[in-house]
């Protein structure tokens, strides 16, 4: 079946503009042109794994393939363990310039906070990434700060019944035996940014006014138990640092002035 998400000679971000609204959400919009978009060599492709914490949980696995980032979610994340199939559903392609995303999706869709998991580089293990694709057998090698090594992405057969704008989206990601597998947790082993070398918190308490904050908690229906614990530990964070920059009022200055000298 083919894989109608990305086409060379399409428009293969059609999809990812027709989702957002970008006079309210801070991810790129994919129409600005940087030089990194021009062809280069399969050596120097980029790849990245955004941890999102949205409505729930996920990790979104991003590769370079013409122009844009090929991108898949996993729900339960990579794996180094040759023996897990982990599910990672064929998401819509992202402009090139998302690949270095971190911060707060205020609303809308996706709304939530994202972190730059892992970058790095990837090489197809195939001559035609195209081809590998529309088989649904894509072989490829990351080297990353957290991901190494060679991977595959299998894409599974539809379910009886399955809408027709989901069909050829299930897929499982794989990671070969090799000299970078094995059986540690990733994911919890090392669950920070690579890039704030913060977790879902910081980022939330550095990027958010306390607004939003406690706006977010209370709407939009009930949020997971996750994102309550980030955005209780955020709004410490944002009053701690409120606390500790804002000068003392002048009542506590004069009352300064005036205390007694210690010692005497």
Not at 26 to 43: D, I, V, W
């Given at each position: 079946m083919a894989d109608s998400l990305h086409s060379k000679h399409g428009m293969p971000l059609d999809e990812y503009?027709?989702?957002?609204?970008?006079?309210?959400?801070?991810?790129?919009?994919?129409?600005?042109?940087?030089?990194?978009?021009?062809?280069?060599?399969?050596?120097?492709?980029?790849?990245?794994?955004?941890?999102h914490l949205a409505s729930r949980l996920h990790y979104d696995l991003r590769l370079e393939h013409d122009g844009v980032l090929l991108s898949w979610a996993v729900p339960r994340g990579p794996s180094l363990d040759h023996r897990d199939k982990h599910m990672a559903v064929r998401t819509e392609d992202h402009p090139y310039d998302y690949g270095e995303f971190e911060g707060v999706i205020p609303e809308g869709y996706g709304a939530g906070v994202v972190m730059l998991w892992?970058?790095?580089?990837?090489?197809?293990?195939?001559?035609?990434?195209?081809?590998?694709?529309?088989?649904?057998?894509?072989?490829?090698?990351?080297?990353?700060?957290?991901?190494?090594?060679?991977?595959?992405?299998?894409?599974?057969?539809?379910?009886?019944?399955?809408?027709?704008?989901?069909?050829?989206?299930?897929?499982?990601?794989?990671?070969?035996?090799?000299?970078?597998?094995?059986?540690?947790?990733?994911?919890?082993?090392?669950?920070?940014?690579?890039?704030?070398?913060?977790?879902?918190?910081?980022?939330?308490?550095?990027?958010?006014?306390?607004?939003?904050?406690?706006?977010?908690?209370?709407?939009?229906?009930?949020?997971?138990?996750l994102l309550r614990e980030v955005v209780a530990k955020a709004a410490s964070k944002i009053a701690e640092r409120e606390r500790t920059t804002q000068p003392p009022a002048s009542g506590q200055r004069r009352a300064a002035k005036r205390k007694p000298p210690q010692g005497r």
């Open positions: 503009r027709r989702k957002r609204n970008f006079a309210k959400t801070p991810e790129p919009s994919g129409e600005r042109k940087p030089e990194s978009r021009t062809p280069r060599k399969p050596e120097t492709l980029y790849f990245c794994v955004q941890k892992d970058s790095g580089t990837w090489q197809p293990e195939a001559d035609d990434v195209d081809a590998a694709l529309e088989k649904g057998d894509l072989k490829f090698t990351l080297d990353g700060y957290k991901l190494k090594g060679s991977w595959v992405l299998v894409r599974t057969r539809d379910r009886p019944g399955t809408a027709a704008a989901q069909r050829g989206r299930s897929w499982l990601l794989i990671k070969h035996r090799d000299h970078w597998s094995g059986a540690l947790d990733i994911t919890t082993f090392a669950p920070l940014s690579v890039k704030s070398e913060g977790d879902f918190d910081d980022i939330l308490a550095a990027e958010m006014p306390a607004l939003w904050v406690a706006a977010r908690a209370g709407t939009g229906g009930a949020p997971n138990k």
